[in-house]
């Protein structure tokens, strides 16, 4: 049985290796210092999506991401590793979106992509930490959801089996399709780029990239190079509920935050030490 | 998260070789393919972002991968089970990730799903591999037999086995025997024709075959019965999937760990003659031969690259004497030495490259069409450079591949001898360079005709002129005077006609030809580059003169009559 699948694909700031700039004055993230890649956890659900593309022969894999215009870098990435096409959502007017009006805007683009079987994403964004997203498209499409996924074991018969990772143990459940699967980083990391494909896509533009770049005719020679753009219009999105103006959450306050020890205490290796130690730690929930 | 393609700038210059443009122009048939297959470049630009978008794949999986894997993969090595090799679980990875990566077959036509780079990439992509995991190096870089199947097979041989390599099948190239190493004229493994399945039939042993349990191998056997030396030879292609070779045992080797070396038994294997029949040796293993010694000077280079970033991050780290170890001029000496050596490897590396590229690139293009006179001149200029460029930069950078991971080792001090650091991985993984695809003893047997004719000679003089730069006049003067001493030397070696003399001071002749050519090379690297390679080139050209001064000195000190203390 072939596969329709969509990737829900993020780009987001580098925050693992993060420097001295890596906070502007006001306490929000310095995009401009961090590099931008690729959402960690969304390329192990690519790697889940390409995965079941290998073991059911016609699949296709459609990465759909939301950001600005350079976040067609997203799409060209996973077309690299071998998904069939993609889409950018990108509009101002999607600037400053919590969870909330992202995953409105994400819904309403699943929808304009049409029929589906699966939507993997990753399990939350290293910029965000939220993992909210996949799990709200998921109620706004009104389709199940599966979280924390590590393997997704077989897909047949309009069902989904997935392996979950929780935080003392795995749980193996079924899910009907269509169906939304958040994946976690303990997945397998997504395959490297394949030295045909990049060189086949690494022209791939949106529209407006397209009309910058000067390639002659070369994108109606192979049209497969021509990456989706949409708007909020081309959705059908309603601005109210996209951006700033959809998004009920609001920043209080952002403090900045050091960590260091505040005390050490240091214990013998006699019982009565071993004791003590057994206590304070129960005491203070940090075991049992 | 290392990508060993962006973290070593020495690459990018090196693909971006003013002669890239020539190569690229002849390698695409101006572009003919870009309309037949939609991953084909359209000019020289296109081409060229190409091979460094695929070079930072290789960069990626060499650092990412390969790099993590080594330490397990030396110390678990290669398992036999059932006349069966199983390779180290972190070669699995490393292999997988190569092929989904589409890093096999780099060279090969697009018609066989190949990219169609050049051999210039593949080197370079072994280069990286070797720094990664010098092992894991021997087994990618043995897809370079398909290049020679692809010269010498038929149409149908092309089409059957090429696509499997592009899919990621390996091969092994099977020539030595228990009695046949260095003198392969000395091959017994026989090949008879079976009338009734209308095919070769192989029988016998074969020893030390690395990655001998590969999906088709190249094997060199005696087809015409009643001879004894190189004409009786012809060379088959076996498929794993016919059977009838198996694995006797895997050799324990010092180094090199992840490349399983295998003793094969034939029995009743069926085969396909590759070619025609006796000129297995004499040509095809000849070139088959060229390529792979091409591949071990990258191997030695990736080596290198390893010993003198492990050697420089520990000498930085390691304090005594209340000061870092590089601080001391014993240390920083020795450093300096392995960065110039490594600059001068590679600089030879790619030169041998470019040259094998332009005159495989005309060969193949001879397959299609007849040359214009210019480019049969060019044909002829390049094969002639590449034949003696090959061994003598195989001999330069093996024998420097040791001695840097020798001195990397030294820096490390006892550390360097425990197990703690992967110097002594290098070290022991270096030392298989100089010995297989042909000794140093054997390169320099190769070597010394081409200082006898001259080639080297008018090698350097054409360098000479390349060389421009105001700012370069005093170390191009330097070189200039050893260059005269060098004429001096050789034909006093030379004309006494005396073979036996010759071949006891071929090897001190060869030195010296490989330190005055790379100093050139390194020079012009240095005015393509100056800030990367200024501070290599004033290195090496001392040491250069240094040991052009000392071979001048021994041989023109030599009395003939003193052979009589070396002789048994």
Redesign the interface.
């Known amino acids: 049985m072939s596969l329709k699948i969509i990737v829900l694909a993020k780009q987001v700031p580098d925050t693992r290796n993060v420097g001295k700039d890596a906070m502007k004055e006001d306490g929000t993230v310095n995009r401009a210092a961090l590099p931008a890649i690729f959402n960690p956890e969304d390329l192990n659900a690519l790697e889940q999506a390409l995965r079941l593309k290998d073991s059911h022969p016609n699949s296709t894999v459609t990465i759909l991401t939301m950001g600005p215009p350079r976040a067609a870098d997203i799409i060209r990435e996973g077309l690299f590793r071998g998904a069939d096409g993609g889409y950018l959502l990108t509009d101002r007017i999607f600037a400053g979106a919590d969870t909330l009006a992202t995953s409105y805007a994400l819904h309403m683009a699943v929808k304009k992509v049409g029929r589906f079987d699966l939507i993997i994403s990753g399990r939350q964004a290293i910029d965000g930490d939220t993992a909210q997203v996949g799990p709200q498209v998921a109620e706004k499409l009104g389709i199940p959801q599966i979280t924390y996924a590590e393997e997704i074991q077989s897909v047949n018969d309009g069902k989904a089996t997935v392996k979950r990772r929780l935080e003392h143990g795995v749980e193996i459940v079924a899910g009907k399709l269509p169906l939304l699967i958040t994946v976690n980083g303990s997945a397998p990391a997504c395959r490297p780029r394949n030295a045909m494909l990049i060189q086949k896509y690494k022209h791939a533009q949106t529209a407006s990239e397209a009309a910058a770049a000067q390639l002659g005719d070369l994108l109606n020679k192979r049209p497969f190079l021509k990456l989706g753009e949409w708007s909020a219009t081309d959705v059908n999105a309603d601005p109210q509920q996209c951006g700033l103006s959809g998004s009920p959450t609001k920043v209080k306050k952002i403090e900045n935050i050091v960590f260091q020890a505040k005390e050490s205490k240091a214990f013998d290796d006699s019982d009565g030490q071993i004791e003590e130690l057994m206590v304070e730690l129960i005491n203070n929930h940090t075991i049992g | 998260m290392a990508n060993f393609y962006l973290d070593n700038p020495s690459l990018k210059h090196h693909l971006h070789h003013p002669l890239m443009k020539r190569i690229v122009e002849l390698r695409e048939r101006n572009y003919a393919d870009a309309e037949k297959y ?5 000019n020289f630009e296109d081409t060229i ?2 091979y460094e ?2 070079m930072e ?1 290789v960069g ?2 060499t650092g990412d ?1 390969v790099a993590p894997n080594a330490e397990a993969v030396d110390a678990h090595g290669p398992t036999l089970s059932n006349n069966r090799v199983q390779y180290a679980p972190g070669t699995v990875e490393n292999l997988n ?1 190569a092929v ?4 096999m077959g ?1 060279t090969m036509p697009r018609r066989y799903n190949g ?1 169609n780079f050049p051999t210039l990439t593949f080197i370079m992509a072994a280069d990286m591999a070797a720094r990664a995991d010098a092992g894991f190096a021997t087994l990618w870089a043995l897809q370079d037999c398909a290049e020679t199947l692809y010269e010498f097979g038929d149409e149908a041989q092309r089409r059957a086995f090429l696509p499997r390599v592009c899919a990621g099948e390996t091969m092994s190239m099977d020539l030595t025997e228990p009695d046949a190493g260095s003198d392969l004229q000395a091959v017994m493994l026989k090949a008879t024709f079976d009338e009734a399945g209308n095919c070769w039939r192989l029988n016998g042993v074969k020893r030390f075959i690395s990655n001998g349990d590969a999906d088709i191998h190249l094997v060199l056997a005696r087809s015409e019965e009643g001879t004894k030396d190189g004409r009786g030879l012809s060379m088959f292609i076996y498929d794993k999937r016919d059977g009838g070779v198996n694995v006797r045992r895997i050799e324990n080797k010092m180094g090199i760990k992840g490349s399983p070396t295998c003793e094969l038994t034939y029995k009743n294997a069926k085969a396909q003659l590759c070619g025609n029949r006796r000129l297995g040796l004499i040509k095809y293993v000849m070139s088959l031969m060229n390529g792979a010694r091409l591949g071990i000077m990258a191997q030695a280079t990736g080596i290198s690259e390893a010993a003198y970033r492990e050697a420089v991050a520990y000498a930085k780290d390691r304090k005594q004497f209340g000061k870092a170890i590089i601080e001391f001029p014993a240390v920083y000496e020795m450093i300096a030495n392995i960065k110039a050596k490594l600059d001068a490897s590679r600089a030879i590396l790619y030169e041998t490259a470019r040259f094998v590229d332009m005159y495989k690139t005309l060969e193949d293009i001879e397959r299609e069409r007849k040359l214009d006179a210019e480019e049969k001149e060019e044909l002829k200029k390049y094969k002639k450079l590449a034949d003696a460029f090959t061994p003598l930069g195989k001999a330069m950078n093996t024998e420097y591949a040791n001695q840097n991971a020798y001195d990397c080792v030294q820096i490390h001090g006892g550390s360097g001898f425990m197990k703690d650091y992967p110097c002594e991985r290098y070290y022991r993984d270096a030392r298989i360079t100089n010995i297989y695809e042909g000794t140093t003893q054997l390169q320099v047997v190769a070597a010394i005709r081409h200082v006898l004719t001259g080639a080297y000679l008018a090698q350097m003089k054409v360098y000479q002129e390349e060389i421009t730069a105001p700012e370069l006049s005093g170390l191009k003067a330097r070189l200039a005077k050893l260059v005269d001493i060098y004429e001096r030397l050789v034909p006093k070696v030379a004309d006494t006609k005396n073979n036996e003399y010759i071949d006891f001071h071929a090897r001190r002749l060869v030195d010296c030809t490989g330190h005055i050519i790379l100093s050139y090379l390194l020079l012009l690297d240095t005015q393509r580059n100056p800030e990367a390679f200024r501070v290599s080139a004033e290195v090496y050209v001392a040491c250069t003169e240094a040991e052009v001064k000392k071979i001048d000195d021994f041989i023109s000190g030599f009395d003939m009559d003193n052979l009589k203390y070396y002789r048994k």
């Open positions: 939609d991953y084909a470049p359209f972002d190409s978008k695929v794949i990626e999986i991968v990730a989904q990566g589409g890093l780099l990219l």
